[in-house]
């Protein structure tokens, strides 16, 4: 799913209130919501128009977001000597987001990055040398700049996070003590989340997976993050957990890395599938099996927004150390801020919660839910959360986590996974490696592998499936037997 550009950030309204009263301190460089212009007295109104006129020049004519997506096409030379021209200019010209992208662009081709966590800005600075530019402003101005697009990604890293986000008593059932064949029972088959206290219990992953000890074993090893502007980039694990540990970002980066098991593969050791997961049906495609798992770590504030997990696969997320806030929304329900195409009508997963956990409180309040979601839950270290199929759901953290999941397709959803690719071939996502691999990757049909690779290597799944399909058919009929066809 798709976040929106910073850049085309919403005004903050009344509905803020809470956010605004929940900042702690004042912005570094004094800039305040464009709303509290209605409280000054004309005479103040007046002057600080004129100060954005002075400071701005004829940017002042351009609208703030036509005005961050211009100095987003400049060089870092060009913005660092606007930077310079008035207190204003520097607020605008030294905004993170505008310096993100060259920070991860270096980085990307090899080149050395200090300070990273500083806040993106500094990082550049201090990276590739030269003056501090913000601090010889020609032209300085009297008044606060009054700017919602610069003043709401600050409020929203610096406003505590209200009780309700991280109430442990959610929706999704807890179980102990969870056996295979209630599980498949109880959840997997009727498509239902739930928690697992005890799944991961004996894992070293538990000891050797905390920042620190993870650190120390494996702190040269290099990990992907994902970034919105510059895509897949390979980092040190240490120079993330240095960045993940001091970052005030509103859209932190999160690590998000396919490749540890094969990179680093004695990490494997220190994991182990629960037995409920063990029968993925994409592994009968072998080196053309779509990626299937992830080691994640992230800051508070990190996450993913609301996506629905690809190739018809159902999931599970276990927490190594952290906290994770998860809401869940059946098959049937798209989440409010969602559009069609799957973009979320928010800057970052914490900018979604404070547009729509209120509406989401409300409506389950009141009894307009109508049991259609959302299922909240907090995961906390060695518990494991059980993602069904179909389903939408984001996560945030609210400390820095690590965790890792899986996809599968498991046997009971076969027809489900190859029904999806069959009417969905746009959206199947093969193996990356294959992908990469040119034109074979390009041309390549995830449905009809699949089913060739089930027909030869696992053809009892197929037959326990039609068999099933067929039994439902029949008993759903009104007593009266049809023609069944089980068509993939």
């Known amino acids: 799913s798709r976040l929106m550009s910073s850049c085309?950030?919403?005004?903050?309204?009344?509905?803020?209130?809470?956010?605004?009263?929940?900042?702690?301190?004042?912005h570094p460089l004094g800039v305040q919501p464009h709303g509290n212009l209605l409280a000054l007295e004309a005479e103040s109104v007046e002057a600080a128009v004129a100060d954005r006129y002075n400071g701005l020049g004829r940017f002042a004519a351009l609208p703030e977001t036509v005005l961050l997506e211009f100095l987003q096409r400049l060089l870092p030379e060009t913005l660092s000597k606007l930077a310079g021209a008035s207190t204003f200019l520097r607020a605008y010209a030294t905004h993170d987001d505008l310096w993100r992208p060259h920070v991860l662009e270096r980085l990307k081709d090899g080149g050395t990055i200090k300070g990273l966590g500083a806040g993106?800005?500094?990082?550049?600075?201090a990276s590739v040398g030269g003056p501090a530019v913000a601090d010889g402003a020609t032209i300085r101005c009297s008044t606060p700049l009054y700017s919602d697009v610069l003043y709401a990604p600050w409020v929203l890293t610096a406003a505590a996070y209200p009780s309700a986000w991280i109430n442990e008593h959610g929706d999704v059932p807890r179980?102990?003590?969870?056996?295979?064949?209630?599980?498949?029972?109880?959840?997997?088959?009727?498509n239902t989340p739930v928690i697992v206290t005890d799944w991961t219990d004996g894992?070293?992953?538990?000891?050797?997976?905390?920042?620190?000890a993870l650190e120390r074993t494996h702190g040269d090893a290099l990990l992907e993050i994902f970034d919105d502007y510059a895509g897949p980039v390979a980092i040190p694990l240490s120079a993330y957990l240095q960045y993940a540990r001091s970052c005030t970002d509103e859209r932190p980066l999160y690590l998000f890395d396919r490749w540890f098991c094969e990179n680093y593969p004695e990490l494997t050791h220190d994991y182990k599938v629960p037995p409920a997961f063990e029968d993925d049906l994409f592994a009968v495609l072998g080196k053309a099996r779509?990626?299937?798992r992830?080691?994640?770590?992230?800051?508070?504030?990190?996450?993913?927004?609301?996506?629905?997990?690809?190739n018809g696969t159902s999931a599970w997320n276990a927490v190594i150390q952290g906290k994770k806030k998860w809401i869940l929304f059946p098959p049937d329900v798209t989440p409010p801020g969602v559009h069609d195409n799957g973009d979320v009508d928010a800057t970052s997963v914490v900018d979604w919660f404070h547009r729509y956990f209120v509406q989401i409180e409300h409506a389950?309040?009141?009894?307009?839910?109508?049991?259609?979601?959302?299922?909240q839950c907090v995961v906390n270290p060695g518990e494991l959360l059980f993602i069904p199929r179909g389903w939408w759901h984001m996560a945030l953290n609210l400390e820095l986590t690590v965790a890792v999941t899986h996809n599968l397709a498991a046997p009971s959803t076969v027809s489900d996974v190859l029904e999806f690719l069959s009417k969905h071939k746009d959206q199947a996502c093969p193996s990356t490696a294959l992908m990469s691999a040119g034109n074979r990757g390009q041309d390549y049909d995830l449905h009809g592998e699949f089913l060739a690779a089930i027909k030869e290597k696992r053809p009892e799944v197929l037959e326990a499936a039609t068999t099933a399909a067929s039994a439902k058919t029949t008993a759903i009929?009104?007593?009266?037997?049809?023609?069944?066809?089980?068509?993939f």
Request: charged share 25%; glycine share 12%.
């Open 477 to 487: 009929s009104s007593g009266h037997a049809v023609p069944f066809s089980f068509n």
């Open 294 to 310: 992830w080691l994640l770590v992230g800051p508070k504030g990190s996450g993913a927004a609301f996506h629905i997990d690809p």
């Open 290 to 292: 779509p990626d299937y």
């Open 8 to 26: 085309k950030r919403r005004k903050l309204d009344v509905g803020d209130e809470a956010l605004l009263s929940g900042a702690v301190g004042t």
């Open 120 to 125: 993106w800005h500094r990082c550049f600075v």
């Open 364 to 375: 389950v309040q009141e009894g307009r839910a109508g049991g259609k979601g959302p299922w």
């Open 203 to 212: 894992w070293s992953a538990h000891e050797r997976w905390v920042p620190d």
């Open 175 to 190: 179980r102990t003590s969870l056996t295979v064949d209630e599980f498949r029972d109880v959840y997997e088959h009727p």
